[in-house]
């Protein structure tokens, strides 16, 4: 492998490292509204957090590039802020990589919370437990296997993303070139032996992955 | 004609023969004038033109694996000249269709100067290139600035499009401030249709000559070999023209 190759697998590292810990905080309150609410607006928001699984991913790089662009709305709110724009930047690509991956952490997340039911967290209120201790002492604790899943797939997809870098991203070393992008420039440029490197690789995490998530966290079955 | 089925199919044969199709890769620079050239190619001949636009190096690599292009419009004179030696190309088939022009583009109208003296200053975060290993506009760029020495001074800021249309579109949204494309994506009827421009001298970079080449695949088909011809045609040469490209 080349210097080159080392980096974006880095690089590629650090950014599914850092979108799994916003997507579990992000998703956290998120799931768990979804999963507790009766409102009206139920149906949207999580139609809302579901589009990415059904959208192209041109689509969500298009819609980015634009709103974070000097003339979008976003665009010009960060270079108000000072600190300039997104596109080509690693902190637009971790912005980019939570819309996408989210509903892959909120819907495992949810399913657990759905799955717990009513009853433990009547209990606990007759114990007199603040709704935030329940939700820490009870609901998260009985949760745990839709986190470990949301975790899993949420890291798993961001390392997996590919179409709304290409076109967020500009391919500049270290910052935005990912191995999913680099293995298109490998195969672009006939190197077929440094892409086979980097795409055997990715086929290689990516089953260790599942197949860790199926034989350890059996309760996934339920929760999806 | 005695034989009824070799009439028959000779009659269908001569049907097909004057609505053909024939399927062209297209170098992304060459996208505008090559619908123009198409459109009236296949009002003039009635046979089908069906482009497809993207970088060179892609379609080569798609080419040696068996893709159904019939014509490249290569952005180059090496890849035809490949594909020829590995014979994919049809020999003696092979020909300048333009020459290419290297602009530094913004589409701020004020940001590029008439001598490209913003390279030196500096004063931009973004500097958009075709990425240089599979587009060539995006190697006379690197060649360039190489020439100007300011490459290692510059490397940092570069973003690359994955073809020079990607590149203008990066430029064009203002998420890069300026950067190399080909002239005729900015250029209409004779001169720079919008934002600001500085056309880089031809001696600092090797001359982008774009060659055309039949495949093997379209060797026997009849809108191929027309089409190829139209090219060199003063019609289609008068389109080429308006977009800036010098010709052989």
Do not use: C
């Not at chain 1, 495992?108 to 717990?116: D, L, R, S, T, V």
């Not at chain 2, 005695?2 to 890769?25: G, I, Y």
């Amino acid at each position: 492998m080349e210097s080159s190759d080392l980096g974006a697998v880095w690089l590629t590292l650090k950014l599914a490292t850092i979108v799994t810990v916003l997507l579990l905080i992000i998703g956290t309150p998120i799931a768990w509204w979804l999963a507790r609410t009766r409102s009206a607006f139920k149906g949207m928001v999580g139609a809302i957090v579901a589009l990415p699984l059904v959208l192209p991913p041109t689509v969500l790089g298009f819609y980015l590039l634009i709103t974070m662009g000097p003339n979008g709305p976003v665009g010009q709110l960060t270079q108000s802020l000072g600190l300039g724009l997104l596109p080509f930047t690693f902190p637009g690509l971790v912005i980019a990589s939570v819309f996408y991956s989210l509903p892959f952490a909120v819907q495992p997340i949810q399913n657990a919370f759905e799955a717990i039911g009513e009853r433990p967290l009547e209990v606990a209120a007759t114990l007199r437990a603040s709704p935030w201790d329940t939700f820490w002492s009870v609901a998260v604790p009985l949760a745990k296997p839709g986190f470990v899943s949301g975790a899993i797939l949420g890291f798993a997809h961001t390392v997996g993303e590919f179409g709304i870098v290409l076109m967020i991203g500009g391919n500049i070393p270290d910052k935005t070139r990912v191995v999913s992008v680099q293995i298109y420039d490998h195969v672009e440029a006939l190197e077929y032996t440094q892409a086979h490197w980097l795409a055997g690789g990715m086929v290689l995490f990516s089953f260790l992955v599942l197949l860790g998530l199926y034989t350890f966290n059996p309760a996934r079955r339920k929760t999806l | 004609m005695k034989n009824p089925l070799l009439f028959a199919s000779t009659v269908t044969f001569a049907v097909f023969a004057q609505a053909d199709e024939v399927q062209v890769a297209v170098a992304a620079n060459f996208t505008a004038p090559m619908q123009q050239i198409a459109a009236q190619f296949e009002k003039d001949s009635g046979h089908k033109a069906t482009l497809a636009f993207g970088a060179t190096g892609k379609f080569y690599a798609q080419i040696i694996n068996g893709a159904p292009f019939e014509i490249l419009l290569s952005a180059d004179d090496e890849t035809p000249a490949k594909l020829e030696k590995e014979g994919l190309g049809v020999a003696g088939s092979r020909y300048t269709y333009a020459i290419g022009t290297l602009v530094l583009w913004s589409a701020n109208p004020t940001l590029v100067d008439a001598r490209g003296e913003i390279l030196k200053t500096g004063n931009f975060k973004h500097l958009a290139l075709a990425n240089p290993k599979t587009a060539s506009y995006g190697t006379a760029a690197v060649e360039a600035l190489n020439k100007l020495g300011l490459l290692n001074s510059l490397q940092s800021r570069f973003v690359q499009g994955e073809n020079i249309s990607q590149t203008q579109q990066f430029i064009m949204s203002g998420n890069a401030e300026l950067g190399f494309v080909a002239l005729s994506q900015v250029y209409k009827d004779g001169k720079i249709a919008g934002g600001s421009a500085w056309i880089v001298p031809a001696n600092l970079y090797q001359p982008i000559q774009q060659d055309a080449v039949l495949l093997s695949k379209g060797k026997d088909k009849p809108a191929a070999v027309a089409l190829l011809a139209y090219l060199k045609g003063d019609k289609a040469k008068a389109i080429i023209k308006s977009y800036g490209y010098e010709l052989r």
